[in-house]
């Protein structure tokens, strides 16, 4: 899935019909999703470099549920964890957290108007059903 210092931006969608969207988003993309769940499907998405989210939340106020910054390494992770605490936006880092089906390390911002955003690695892509599909 990744060569090693891949980095891949993410986008996290609230959908009416996960169904409907794989259809869609597997046929812009020319690809077949990397994961469904229940209520929850991505797209490891290598051209372009995007990690597609869709997560069925039909009485969502917002689109968008968050954005993030997928790294393919912890020392990616680490620089990218000193540098916005440096910056001081940096609000609160997770170690083997297990969400979106998958256990991560991440830190997590808000940008100005509240946007939700992470900067992330996963640690175990299918870890055992925690009940918990997204953050």
């Avoid at 936006?89 to 108007?113: G, I, R």
Wanted: a negative charge.
């Amino acid at each position: 899935m990744y060569m090693e210092n891949d980095v891949r931006l993410q986008l996290a969608l609230n959908v009416s019909d996960l169904n409907q969207a794989v259809n869609y988003y597997s046929r812009l993309f020319a690809t077949s999703p990397h994961k469904i769940r229940a209520g929850y499907a991505n797209f490891a998405i290598d051209d372009p470099a995007l990690k597609l989210v869709l997560i069925e939340n039909g009485d969502a106020d917002e689109r968008i549920n968050h954005l993030g910054v997928e790294t393919s390494t912890q020392e990616e992770l680490d620089a990218a964890i000193s540098r916005l605490s440096a910056e001081g936006l940096a609000q609160k880092l997770e170690e083997n957290t297990t969400c979106c089906h998958a256990t991560q390390n991440k830190v997590w911002m808000s940008e100005p108007d509240g946007l939700a955003w992470e900067w992330y690695r996963i640690t175990d892509d299918n870890p055992p059903e925690s009940g918990l599909a997204c953050c």
